[in-house]
């Protein structure tokens, strides 16, 4: 379950016997489960906000991707002006595609082979992974349109808040080929490159 208010998905901590709701930028992996599933279902590496650890949960693809533009019915808001609750996919489905005519995506990354900003939808993300020092977060990514991997560099606002961009966009140039399943390569991956940077047209 996706909280389109405060862009958290819900999860379950398996230590606390607790919900906890984590952020984009607290995934760790994102792995499409295999076969020709429909709707594809994803597992999801994140760390818990609760225990600190890390657990895997099961997310339906719509979920990941469009929860945050197109809430559920679930998702009310108080129209101040009637005083009735209504409910937010109408509001959300008109700022998304005011957004999307403008050519804004609701998430962004630079495909280094191609030399160009691409839709990054959650389930194209692959790995993930904080800077020691917490400022940014290093993310591996699945361009649907060359499907090569690149590595970007990227704030959690960038990841957090759909259709904001970060103004500048830290990458590796040319495509990562690690293995993507771990993540401990592609720490190490991470730590030893040199990002090039990029300018988007992306303000804040
Ligand atoms: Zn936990
Ligand atoms: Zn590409």
């Given at each position: 379950?996706?909280?389109?208010?405060?862009?958290?998905?819900?999860?379950?901590?398996?230590?606390?016997?607790?919900?906890?709701?984590?952020?984009?930028?607290?995934?760790?992996?994102?792995?499409?489960?295999?076969?020709?599933?429909?709707?594809?279902?994803?597992?999801?590496?994140?760390?818990?906000?609760?225990?600190?650890?890390?657990?895997?949960?099961?997310?339906?693809?719509?979920?990941?991707?469009?929860?945050?533009?197109?809430?559920?019915?679930?998702?009310?808001?108080?129209?101040?002006?009637?005083?009735?609750?209504?409910?937010?996919?109408?509001?959300?489905?008109?700022?998304?595609?005011?957004?999307?005519?403008?050519?804004?995506?609701?998430?962004?990354?630079?495909?280094?082979?191609?030399?160009?900003?691409?839709?990054?939808?959650?389930?194209?993300?692959?790995?993930?992974?904080?800077?020691?020092?917490?400022?940014?977060?290093?993310?591996?990514?699945?361009?649907?349109?060359?499907?090569?991997?690149?590595?970007?560099?990227?704030?959690?606002?960038?990841?957090?808040q759909p259709f904001f961009h970060d103004?500048?966009?830290?990458?590796?140039?040319?495509?990562?080929?690690?293995?993507?399943?771990?993540?401990?390569?592609?720490?190490?991956?991470?730590?030893?490159?040199?990002?090039?940077?990029?300018?988007?047209?992306?303000?804040?």
């Open positions: 379950m996706f909280d389109p208010i405060r862009n958290r998905f819900r999860f379950r901590c398996p230590a606390t016997e607790r919900p906890v709701d984590a952020p984009l930028s607290s995934f760790r992996l994102v792995e499409r489960l295999p076969g020709p599933g429909h709707p594809a279902v994803h597992r999801v590496v994140f760390a818990c906000p609760a225990c600190g650890d890390d657990h895997a949960s099961l997310v339906p693809e719509d979920e990941l991707d469009c929860g945050a533009v197109r809430p559920g019915p679930e998702h009310v808001f108080v129209n101040l002006q009637t005083g009735r609750s209504e409910p937010l996919a109408d509001e959300f489905a008109d700022t998304a595609q005011r957004e999307l005519r403008r050519g804004n995506w609701p998430w962004t990354f630079y495909c280094a082979p191609e030399h160009q900003v691409r839709p990054g939808y959650p389930s194209r993300l692959r790995l993930l992974s904080p800077t020691p020092d917490r400022s940014l977060v290093g993310v591996a990514v699945h361009c649907s349109t060359c499907a090569a991997v690149s590595i970007n560099l990227v704030s959690y606002r960038h990841l957090d103004p500048v966009v830290r990458y590796v140039d040319g495509s990562f080929d690690g293995p993507l399943a771990s993540l401990e390569r592609f720490r190490d991956e991470l730590w030893s490159s040199r990002f090039d940077e990029e300018r988007t047209d992306f303000g804040a």
